[in-house]
């Protein structure tokens, strides 16, 4: 079961202020979560809906792509989970987690009604 903390500032750092204002600004409260002695950047809640996602610069290394998925991956619930990037590429999708482009985020989610 995840955890959600509750104070987010702390957890701030500078590639996740912009998109904390792009989830608050689609209506979503944004939270921090752990599991299992991982992190979830993000835990955004609107309503019933609930998104978790993670965020790096790029991922081109293995050892990044496996840091970022981690936290997803353990989560067990069915709500959406992303990892958001600075990459002009689209990845794959890797068991259920999809890949959003930094760029593309704030269209990513008006089209997708999140």
Same mark, same amino acid.
């Given at each position: 079961?995840?955890?959600?903390?509750?104070?987010?500032?702390?957890?701030?750092?500078?590639?996740?202020?912009?998109?904390? #204002?792009? !989830?608050?600004?689609?209506? @979503?409260?944004? +939270? &921090?979560?752990?599991?299992? %002695?991982?992190?979830?950047?993000?835990?955004?809640?609107?309503?019933?809906?609930?998104?978790?996602?993670?965020?790096?610069?790029?991922?081109?290394?293995?050892?990044?792509?496996?840091?970022?998925?981690?936290? #997803?991956? !353990?989560?067990?619930?069915? @709500?959406?989970? +992303? &990892?958001?990037?600075?990459? %002009?590429?689209?990845?794959?999708?890797?068991?259920?987690?999809?890949?959003?482009?930094?760029?593309?985020?704030?269209?990513?989610?008006?089209?997708?009604?999140?």
């Amino acid at each position: 079961m995840i955890e959600i903390i509750n104070s987010i500032r702390k957890y701030n750092f500078w590639n996740n202020n912009p998109m904390e #204002l792009s !989830l608050r600004r689609a209506g @979503f409260q944004v +939270y &921090v979560g752990t599991i299992k %002695d991982t992190q979830v950047d993000f835990v955004a809640i609107k309503g019933e809906r609930r998104i978790y996602l993670q965020v790096t610069l790029q991922l081109t290394e293995e050892k990044t792509i496996e840091r970022e998925y981690r936290s #997803l991956k !353990l989560i067990e619930d069915n @709500f959406d989970k +992303y &990892v958001v990037s600075m990459d %002009d590429y689209k990845i794959p999708t890797n068991e259920g987690i999809e890949h959003i482009s930094a760029w593309n985020l704030d269209n990513f989610l008006i089209t997708n009604k999140l």
